[in-house]
């Protein structure tokens, strides 16, 4: 049985082509780039994101997905951090490369019912949340939280907070903004009538569940997962929920934390 919390009627993804017209260096291994695409990109929301890879390249062969970022009409951007292979390829891409497109992808994360918003980010989870404290800034009081594991960060951090004046930025050094993990700032901010999403590493994911025993109701979690077709035919980003098995890349990866089973 799929999970039925989330699974909304959002569109199958499309295959799009476009050129790299800008492709930035943001620090800490991380780079920002920005797609003008040939056709109308469709109407996306945060949390989703697009498989991306160089056209006319067979190795690697598959797309890597990204949160986008400034989804318009004709253009995409990209916030990502190189730690392999195809990150690698596509930082070292110039302006002018062709590349290909596949989505919006997977559910995104769905419309606050909430007076107030936290969206809680570890390093690169952040890139959803640059949309969502724009989409639902005038309606939603937003609090954003990014946690970096130390100094080394500090730039990155910065880059952020350029984009999102009142980020409050916790390290785990203590070296950047106050002391501690993304998920205790979000513990010390916590009201019970809030909605929390986060989007981060697993075990940062896992750990805010801590909010979910406070009494959160609306707590969500993008969960990462290796993907391969990014609309649902292959399974390769399967697991496992309380509703049964789930696809990462459709009905998720939006989760209700909850329902993911944590320890599987
Ligand atoms: C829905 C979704 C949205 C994402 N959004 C962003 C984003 O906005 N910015 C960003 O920097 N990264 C994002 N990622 C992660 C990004 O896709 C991977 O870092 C990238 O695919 C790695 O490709 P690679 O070829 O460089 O690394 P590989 O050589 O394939 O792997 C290098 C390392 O990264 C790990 N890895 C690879 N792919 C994934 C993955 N999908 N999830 C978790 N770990 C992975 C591997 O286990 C390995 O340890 C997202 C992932 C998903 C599933
Ligand atoms: S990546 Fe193929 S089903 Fe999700």
Redesign the pocket.
Known sequence: MMNQLLTGPHKPPIDLKGSLVFSEAVASG?RYVRIKTDLTIPASSPGQ?FLLRESRVSD?LLG????SINASRNSVD???????????ILASLPPGTRVDLRGP??NGFPVPRSRRLILVAGT?GI??FFDAALRYGSTQEIITILGVPGHEWREFAGWCKERIPDIRIVSDDGKIGNSGTAVEEAVSMFRSEDEVWACGPIPMLKNIGILHSAGCERLFV?I????ACGMGGCLG?SLQTCSGTVR??VEG?VLEWKEVLWNE
């Not at 990462?224 to 993907?227: I, L």
Request: aromatic share 12%; net charge positive.
């Open positions: 991380c994101f690697p890597r997905p990204f949160a990209f916030l990502f951090r190189v730690v392999g292979r195809g990150t690698e992808c997977g690169l890139a959803p993008s990462e997962k290796r993907m980003c990462a890349c990866p």
